[in-house]
Nanobody, 123 residues
Framework: QVQLVESGGGAVQAGDSLRLSCAASGFRISLYYMAWFRQAPGKEREFVASISWRGGSTYYADFVKGRFTISRDNAKNTVYLQMNGLKPEDTAVYYC????????????????WGQGTQVTVSS
């Protein structure tokens, strides 16, 4: 059974850091493009970051460049999102996504999704 399970979310203050993890089971992420998206209350789900099969290529939304870092450990079948300098506008549910064929900023691209982890940033 394919699963993506996010963890590491929580409630923090502005300027703090969090590290999200996405643990995969039922498939090997080494052959998948991986990405993080987020969805704030009342808003559409939006792209945050993506990473290629071996981690050699990463792509970020403009609003997280310089603050967030996506990485992967294929041996652990896990993808990470290091979030530094958190702002109240980063408050959202963060989702992990995977696709074997391509990387994209669009949600329909991705075949597998996790259930999300809540990140709340207070000022």
């Amino acid at each position: 059974q394919v699963q993506l399970v996010e963890s590491g979310g929580g409630a923090v203050q502005a300027g703090d850091s969090l590290r999200l993890s996405c643990a995969a089971s039922g498939f090997r992420i080494s052959l998948y493009y991986m990405a993080w998206f987020r969805q704030a209350p009342g808003k559409e789900r939006e792209f945050v970051a993506s990473i290629s099969w071996r981690g050699g290529s990463t792509y970020y939304a403009d609003f997280v460049k310089g603050r967030f870092t996506i990485s992967r450990d294929n041996a652990k079948n896990t993808v990470y999102l290091q979030m530094n300098g958190l702002k109240p506008e980063d408050t959202a549910v963060y989702y992990c996504a995977a696709d074997p064929d391509r990387s994209s900023i669009y949600t329909p691209t991705y075949r597998y999704w996790g259930q999300g982890t809540q990140v709340t940033v207070s000022s």
